[in-house]
């Protein structure tokens, strides 16, 4: 099992720009969530796909969207990038209806985002 | 507004000894609680939770204790190791437990020889 899968690792944009970073969940996962952890802070939480639509949205702008496909990966897509979208970007996938009380998720690597 | 407050950004302790992380939050809707724990260049690792119908949860060398009264929990570590040195995250998932994850900042605990 090769865990939750992000990539790129590392991406370097300029001001203006647009990014699609993508991730691959845990076998078994049909829920992923994405998180953007700049420097110094905690992940905080952007928004989650499950059966290929938004479900939950955080405190982010539109030029923040994101897709899921039909095999559960997803992709996070970020539009006329800032310099204030310099961070880390992780992804984690999780189960509904795992039988769980609480909503565990498996987070991936990230993908380190640096825009010039 | 910070709902999850980790108040220490840094902690030593010294290998074998008890290493205590805290962990304050405001919204009382929350109902499960988690301890993350995070290596450089790796996503964050599930380490231990608890419900809000708890006080107190043990695996191994990691408990996590809940005071709901005072809005406060903590992780111990009993005897702490080198490879206990990592960036911990406190955490907390409202009562849908398919919502968001709400993250402090994390605390970075170091286990000196």
């Known amino acids: 099992d090769a865990g939750v899968t992000q990539s790129p690792t590392h991406l370097i944009k300029t001001r203006g720009q647009q990014v699609t970073l993508r991730c691959s969940p845990k076998?078994?996962?049909?829920?992923v969530s994405w998180y953007q952890q700049a420097l110094g802070q905690g992940p905080q939480f952007i928004f989650q796909y499950y059966e290929e639509e938004e479900r939950q949205r955080g405190n982010f702008p539109d030029r923040f969207s994101g897709h899921q496909f039909p095999n559960y990966s997803s992709e996070l897509n970020v539009n006329a990038l800032l310099l204030g979208d310099s961070a880390l970007y992780l992804c984690?996938?999780?189960?509904?209806?795992?039988?769980?009380?609480?909503?565990?998720?498996?987070f991936g690597p990230g993908t380190r985002l640096t825009v010039l | 507004d910070q709902q999850v407050k980790q108040n220490s950004p840094s902690l030593s302790v010294q290998e074998g000894r008890i290493s205590i992380l805290n962990c304050d939050y405001t919204?009382?809707?929350?109902?499960?609680f988690l301890w993350y724990k995070k290596y450089p260049a790796e996503g964050p690792t599930f380490l231990i939770s608890i419900s809000s119908i708890k006080d107190k949860n043990e695996d191994g060398r990691f408990t996590v204790f809940l005071n709901k009264s005072a809005k406060h929990l903590s992780l111990h570590i009993v005897p702490s190791q080198p490879g206990d040195s990592a960036v911990y995250f406190c955490a907390a998932s409202p009562m849908n437990r398919d919502d968001k994850i709400i993250f402090g900042k994390g605390t970075r605990l170091h286990i000196l020889p």
């Open positions: 984690a996938s999780s189960s509904r209806g795992s039988g769980r009380g609480y909503n565990e998720q498996f």
């Open positions: 919204n009382s809707m929350f109902d499960y």
């Open positions: 076998s078994g996962h049909d829920t």
